[in-house]
């Protein structure tokens, strides 16, 4: 049996752009564009890169949330690609998602115990009468009071409200999470309370995550892999102490130039990218970074670099290496 539980082969999610009365397709945008993961059973894959790089997208593609428009998704040994709602619908239980904002993803009109025990419900997991039990067990696998499911998303902190969401996730006992953004909606202090709570909840159930974020010093403290993600690419994937200690990519080491340091006299160069992520729509010919890339030369802005493996677990895109 594979110890991989999720692997992606390139995967593509492009979008139509229509115009005029008849609604004319007049361009795609390149969402994701060959996209290939493997994630460990049991371990934790950072996806990461600057906002509208595809990374979310990704994510929700993989769980079929969006229909992709190629490639191939296999889940546990079993292609589910071609997977109508019928039978994502039993798959559901095995991969769940935690969303970004803990306030948009929750229904204000809902109760605590209503948004969590949804998933016991839908999936007639546990009789009405022993839901409540189960619900305040459930709340208080992520830190919460019991008597908190009478209340309504409102009354609770950023805090409070994420650890709600992952208690909704928790619910259907699933085997992968996808966390979109997880703490970036949290201050400092409550971003280290849920990357522990996250990781006792890996250590006790066995749960693989896959970590959607942009913050590369959050990502270190949690993250087995990363695959560092531009414009709908993978351009660097690897155990993320090698790809911390040393990046081969010139956007990783620039994403990494801009981590904070602790230490205020500690001297650093810092790379400052120049220009924006360019649009999705019409991506640049070659490499898709060689716009603003520094090390650019002459076959950059004509040949695709392919993602290689120039180290053991460590694989780069780029014409460089």
Known sequence: MSSFLLEVENLKKYFPVTKGLFSRVAGQIHAVDG?????????????VGES???????GKTILKLLEPTAGKIVYNGTDISAYNPAQMKTLRRDMQIVFQDPFAS????NTVGGIVGAGLEIHALVPPKKREAQVAALLEKV?????????????????QRQRIGIARALSVDPKLIIGDEPFSALDV?????IINLLEDLQKKYGLTYIIIAHDL??????ADEVAVMYLGKILEFGSTKTVYDNPQHPYTE??????????????????VLKGDVPSPLNPPKGCRFHPRCHHR??????????????????LVACHLR
């Open 35 to 47: 996209v290939s993961l493997r994630v460990k059973t049991k371990r934790t894959l950072a996806l």
């Open 143 to 159: 830190g919460l009071e019991p008597d908190y499911m009478k209340r309504y998303p409102h009354e609770f902190s950023g805090g």
């Open 106 to 109: 929750l229904n204000p009109r």
């Open 52 to 58: 509208g790089c595809g990374k979310t997208t990704t």
């Open 254 to 271: 620039a994403l990494l130039s801009a981590v904070p340091v602790p230490d205020p006299l500690a001297k650093r160069r810092r790379i």
């Open 217 to 222: 010093s959050v990502v270190s403290h949690i």
């Open 189 to 193: 202090s409550i971003q280290a309370q």
């Open 297 to 314: 030369f002459e076959p950059c802005d004509q040949l695709e670099p392919k993602l290689i493996k120039i180290a053991d677990n460590h």
